[in-house]
């Protein structure tokens, strides 16, 4: 399948998202910041908008699958300003992140 970098520093989140990305068939590369991801090789970026720049993501040119909580709404309104590829609530995208990341790279 694809090769998935994530970007969290909630160690829970990020074993979550591995957890779900690896059972689908991906490969994930687990990171803490978007200095210290392996971007080279990356189909897709799943990432916590509370560690990650969203307009650091978007200079990426890599399709970039942003989350925040439900409860920020300037994190998802800086996010969707730099235009990252989809922005979801924490709670969307671990409820459906086998299929938001099908639907992204589909």
Known sequence: MARVVSIATDLMLASRVDAGLTAAGHHVVLAQSVAGAPLDEAELIVADLDV???G???ATGV?????YSHVDAATKARAEAAGLTQVVPRSRMSRELPTLVDALLA
């Open 52 to 54: 990650a720049d969203p």
């Open 63 to 67: 399709p970039v699958l942003g989350y």
């Open 56 to 58: 650091e993501l978007a």
